[in-house]
């Protein structure tokens, strides 16, 4: 089966305990696409701090949305349901981590988890969906504006 079909088929459903293992393995698998090349990093170091940032996100209220074909899992988006924003404190949801199975990808899967991520987020009565990308993930921009998101804020570094 083609990936283009498995993602025809993919559905969204909430995570368990029993799918932490895809998603660690997944995030340790696509970490590369979160780092900048101003900023390159070390493998290792990256994974760990992929594996801090599960740590962290299992310990606070959270969603773990993961998309799957009726044969595997296809992807996974966790989302932080109490993460207020740093400058306003107003309440948001926030999608601390998205990622899709290499084979899956253009091929509407993320755009099915930023979906399903936005209704719960509505759900919950939250007002904002928030996310970050990394300035060089083109595909990943392109796929946030044409789901409605917006750059609020920009983070800019300075080599030393």
């Known amino acids: 089966m083609s990936a283009a079909r498995n993602a025809a088929l993919a559905t969204i459903r909430y995570g368990t305990n029993a799918d932490r293992g895809f998603v660690l393995d997944l995030g340790r698998r696509t970490t590369d696409v979160s780092v900048s090349s101003r900023r390159r990093a070390p493998e290792a170091a990256v994974r760990a701090s992929y594996e801090r940032l599960l740590e962290y996100v299992y310990d606070a209220p959270h969603v ?17 349901t109490e993460m207020p924003d740093e400058v306003t404190a107003l309440p ?21 988890l930023l979906e399903a991520a936005e209704r719960e987020a509505k759900r919950r009565g ?11 993930n083109a595909a990943a921009r392109e796929l946030y504006a044409q789901a409605g998101f917006a750059t609020e804020r920009r983070l800019l570094s300075k080599p030393l």
């Open 64 to 80: 773990a949305l993961i998309a799957e074909d009726g044969l595997a899992p296809l992807g996974f988006l966790l989302l932080m």
């Open 92 to 112: 948001q949801a926030f999608v601390a981590y998205m990622a899709v199975e290499p084979h899956a990808r253009r091929h509407r899967v993320a755009a099915l």
């Open 126 to 136: 939250l007002p904002h969906l928030t996310l970050m990308v990394t300035e060089e």
